[in-house]
T-cell receptor, first 112, second 114 residues
Framework: DAGVIQSPRHEVTEMGQEVTLRCKPI?????LFWYRQTMMRGLELLIY????????DSGMPEDRFSAKMPNASFSTLKIQPSEPRDSAVYFC??????????FGPGTRLTVL | RKEVEQDPGPFNVPEGATVAFNCTYS??????FFWYRQDCRKEPKLLMS???SGNEDGRFTAQLNRASQYISLLIRDSKLSDSATYLC???????????????FGSGTRLQVQP
């Protein structure tokens, strides 16, 4: 299995631009999570889906952030408009059973 | 107070040493516990689950103390390859949403030196 796939791996953009991060979970996993990691705040859960349905989006920082999961093999996290404080590493993770949450390699976002 | 707290370190130890990390959690209703490992500029990876009776995986031993609300990770005979950040992870039902979620500590950095 290829594991969780994320793209792009690195993104540099200017303030005000729209950013779209993509994730392909492990086949057969019915949970998908989006996290953000910074030095100051550590790893934070933004939103998670179960069977493509958003379950808990209370971690999404503001209306500028939105996430979708149109099917079982694809999810996006969009930031519009982006701001410098959104600079972070964004991880996608998927889970099958209780104990096996697998993370993707992350997208390193820099907003100038 | 943070929901999951860890000493950030770094812990600098020589090869072959035994090192232990603790982690405290604030929610007494926490239901499951894990240790993840994260290498520099990489994603977190599950190291081991933590069971009430304590569990061992090779050189790694994890223990849970529900009464005092802490979990620990012991690494024996440290290797250079053990150098990483170790994240304590707690799964509990959030009071504000009623949903269960994994909450990650900020991690403890370990540097094993030759």
């Amino acid at each position: 299995d290829a594991g969780v796939i994320q793209s792009p791996r690195h993104e540099v953009t200017e303030m005000g631009q729209e950013v779209t991060l993509r994730c392909k979970p492990i086949s057969g996993h019915d949970y998908l999570f989006w996290y953000r990691q910074t030095m100051m705040r550590g790893l934070e859960l933004l939103i998670y889906f179960n069977n493509n349905v958003p379950i808990d989006d209370s971690g999404m920082p503001e209306d500028r952030f939105s996430a979708k999961m149109p099917n079982a093999s694809f999810s996006t996290l969009k930031i519009q408009p982006s701001e410098p404080r959104d600079s972070a590493v964004y991880f996608c993770a998927s889970r099958g059973d209780e104990n096996s949450q697998y993370f993707g390699p992350g997208t390193r976002l820099t907003v100038l | 107070r943070k929901e999951v707290e860890q000493d950030p370190g770094p812990f600098n130890v020589p090869e072959g040493a035994t090192v232990a990390f603790n982690c405290t959690y604030s929610n007494s209703a926490s239901q499951s516990f894990f240790w993840y490992r994260q290498d520099c500029r990489k994603e977190p990876k599950l190291l081991m689950s933590v069971y009430s009776s304590g569990n061992e995986d090779g050189r790694f031993t994890a223990q849970l103390n529900r009464a005092s609300q802490y979990i620990s990770l012991l690494i024996r005979d440290s290797k250079l390859s053990d150098s990483a950040t170790y994240l304590c992870v707690v799964n509990f039902r959030r009071l504000d949403t009623g949903r269960r979620a994994l909450t990650f500590g900020s991690g403890t950095r370990l540097q094993v030196q030759p």
